[in-house]
């Protein structure tokens, strides 16, 4: 996990507000620069195929998930796109959730191919470390032209899931509990970069 250690200041003049609803939508959250720099390091790692289940149980299934995943873990010469999210990250919480978060997970460049797709899930690990995934962050690398089908669905009370289809570098966060699925790409490649931000427990 890469720490945050101090964390970015929020920025006065900034003005993100609180939205009324489960996850906090970003539009234009990045640009091409930043969109086109997570693209290039992605498609310079191995990919592997996306499984289920944790570190001991783990499985693929491509009933419930279809996706190639390489994993984007803390450098020096990539610390300012790892501070791009840390910033982004800060200022979410600070305006939306107040989660005491102290780090984040290596990132996640996730590739969805013609009937790529992610059956509802949500993203929190058992284990006994006093960690946890409290905020998940999706960031669109791809945009409504590159694909067709991919929806993101978000179902934080159980019934009438929100969809929500991302242009090019739109970012959102929610809670890592809230259940979401990625609905089959009928067309083209849908590529998305994950972040987990971790804290200790709740309790």
Known sequence: MHSFGRTLPINPDHTETVQNAWHYYWKDCA????????IEIGESLPEQD??????????????????????IN???EHKHLFDFLIDKIDRINYWHYGFKLDGME????????LNGHYEFHNDIVINKTPHCRKLSI?????GPDDYEGGDFNLMPNGT?????????????AFPSWVPH????????????????ACGPKFV
């Open 50 to 71: 996306a499984s289920i289940g944790d570190a001991v149980n783990r499985a693929i299934n491509s009933e419930i998930r279809i996706s190639k995943l390489s994993w």
């Open 106 to 113: 290596s990132l996640q460049y996730t590739r969805y191919p």
């Open 31 to 38: 640009n091409q620069t930043v969109i086109e720099q997570f």
């Open 181 to 196: 699925k990625v609905e089959p790409v009928t067309s083209g490649q849908r590529i998305t970069l994950v972040a987990w």
């Open 138 to 142: 999706v960031l669109s690398l791809t």
């Open 160 to 172: 009438s899931p929100t969809k929500l289809r991302f242009g090019k570098g739109d970012l959102i």
């Open 74 to 76: 803390y450098q020096e």
